[in-house]
């Protein structure tokens, strides 16, 4: 069984829809939880970057951290053309100050006008 | 603000050769950290450095593959008589150290170097 698991996709949804993005995991140690954003032949672009469990938004972006059921998700509302990527979620445990991320797989997302 | 600095984009070479791939950290980030994404797959985490120490490398390959993060000057991963296994994209992390009372800091990423294997 992987560290954590994430749907691929792809997921194809018309302009203006609410997007859910979902992620589970089996280590519990895991207490940073994050969703990159990554455009073919680019980087992964930091989104959301989340300590323990709770909510957080920034604009059309909330992130939901469930540690009970560790669960993680990432919704992104009124979704454009530009969301179009491959979404990827990361987390790690608080391991001596640093990070070892462990990825999904990453979803792929296609907003289409 | 330059962002995290990855050369070169593209490297082709023959099996057997030697490739290096570097990174230049964000101002101000003393923390790197090497991932590798074979296609269709996620990132995989393979070693964490700062400057002149390797913290962890432990999904680094045993063989051929060493990386380095100078006083001076880029991080570099290198890894030797490539072989066609090795035709992935490297991609470089880095991040501030650990502040405050959440600990640790996000990672960003650069472009990645994209390596292909003849």
């Known amino acids: 069984q992987k560290e954590v698991e994430q749907d691929p996709g792809p997921l194809s949804v018309p302009e203006g829809a609410i997007v859910s993005l979902n992620c589970t995991y089996s280590n519990s140690a895991f207490q940073y939880f994050m969703w990159y954003r990554q455009y073919s032949r680019k980087g992964p672009e930091l989104l959301m970057y989340?300590?323990?469990?709770g909510n957080k938004e920034d604009g059309r972006f909330t992130a939901q951290v469930d540690k009970s059921s560790k669960y993680i998700s990432l919704f992104i509302r009124d979704s454009q053309p530009s969301d179009s990527a491959t979404y990827l979620c990361?987390?790690?445990?608080?391991?001596?100050?640093?990070?070892?991320?462990?990825f999904g797989a990453g979803t792929r997302l296609a907003v289409h006008p | 603000n330059a962002g995290v600095m990855q050369n070169p984009r593209h490297l082709v070479r023959r099996r057997g050769q030697e490739a290096r791939l570097r990174c230049s950290p964000m101002k101000g980030h003393s923390h790197v950290y090497w991932y590798r994404q074979l296609p269709e797959e996620g990132l995989k985490f393979m070693v964490y450095?700062?400057?002149?120490?390797?913290?962890?490398e432990s999904g680094m390959p045993k063989e051929r593959f060493s990386a380095e993060f100078p006083k001076e000057g880029p991080s570099i991963l290198r890894i030797q008589q490539v072989v066609r296994g090795d035709s992935a994209a490297y991609f470089c992390?880095?991040?501030?150290?650990?502040?405050?009372?959440?600990?640790?800091?996000?990672?960003?990423f650069g472009d990645g170097t994209r390596l292909s294997i003849l």
């Open positions: 989340t300590y323990s469990s």
């Open positions: 992390a880095s991040s501030p150290p650990p502040q405050g009372p959440v600990g640790n800091q996000p990672q960003h």
């Open positions: 990361a987390m790690s445990a608080n391991s001596g100050g640093y990070n070892k991320l462990i």
């Open positions: 450095l700062q400057k002149e120490n390797i913290i962890d």
